[in-house]
């Protein structure tokens, strides 16, 4: 059974810092890992997917890194805003199945 | 429509009552997902439709909780027998066929669902 693992579960710093947050999962048969943001009391926005075959995906400041055989991805978080505070998840989904298996994800606040 | 959308948003009920959900994935998208989420966690799967049909239900937890999709797009998750256990985020997902950037799963906002 996949088991997802995400730390810290919190995490709070300055505006301005470089961050990474870390996704460790237990079953390295995976097809992709999606890395997600939660608002409180939202639903999920998708942030990066990541294929199997791909070593990491960059979008804006984000950028997202896999290491399949390790079981571990990252999100490095380059120059932090208070507009980035949420709630980060990743989400590996299995070669088996098209559900996504979800870590209890890493509370990110950025302090003015 | 834009997005992903359920319907209510917040639901409040009594232990032993029935609740039914509701989600409106984004138009043309085939596959759609409930997954359901409690305070502190991330989502946890519950059932997947590609179309009309039941793909995969392993993540029902037990027999109260049904979900249908007659006609390939709106869906309902359906539970009877509410109990305070039950209470948690439902969340709904849809997804479109084929493709890497195709395989994003889009959520909607959730529904809140409260057993007092």
């Known amino acids: 059974k996949q088991e997802v693992t995400q730390i810290p579960a919190a995490l709070s710093v300055p505006e301005g810092e470089n961050l990474v947050l870390n996704c460790s999962f237990t079953?390295?048969?995976?097809?992709?890992l999606q890395w997600f943001r939660q608002d409180p009391g939202k639903g999920l926005t998708s942030l990066l997917l990541i294929q199997s075959s791909q070593r990491e995906q960059t979008s804006g400041r984000l950028n997202a890194s896999l290491d399949k055989s390790s079981g571990r991805s990252t999100l490095y978080i380059a120059a932090s805003q208070p507009g980035d505070s949420a709630t980060y998840l990743c989400?590996?989904?299995?070669?088996?199945?098209?559900?996504?298996?979800f870590g209890s994800g890493t509370r990110l606040l950025v302090r003015p | 429509g834009a997005g992903v959308s359920q319907t209510p948003s917040n639901k409040v009920t009594e232990k032993g009552k029935y609740v039914e959900l509701r989600c409106d994935p984004i138009?043309?998208?085939?596959?759609l997902y409930w997954y359901r989420q409690s305070l502190g966690q991330g989502p946890e799967f519950l059932i997947y439709?590609?179309?009309?049909?039941?793909?995969?239900d392993s993540g029902l937890p037990n027999d109260r909780f049904f979900a249908v999709r007659p006609e390939g797009s709106v869906s309902t998750l359906k539970i009877q027998r509410t109990e305070r256990g039950d209470s948690a985020v439902y969340l709904c997902?849809?997804?479109?066929?084929?493709?890497?950037?195709?395989?994003?799963?889009?959520f909607g906002p959730g529904t809140r669902l409260l057993v007092l």
């Open positions: 997902a849809s997804r479109s066929r084929g493709g890497s950037i195709q395989e994003t799963q889009y």
């Open positions: 079953d390295s048969a995976i097809y992709n």
């Open positions: 138009s043309g998208h085939t596959a």
């Open positions: 989400a590996p989904r299995m070669d088996s199945s098209y559900k996504l298996i």
């Open positions: 439709f590609q179309g009309t049909g039941a793909a995969d």
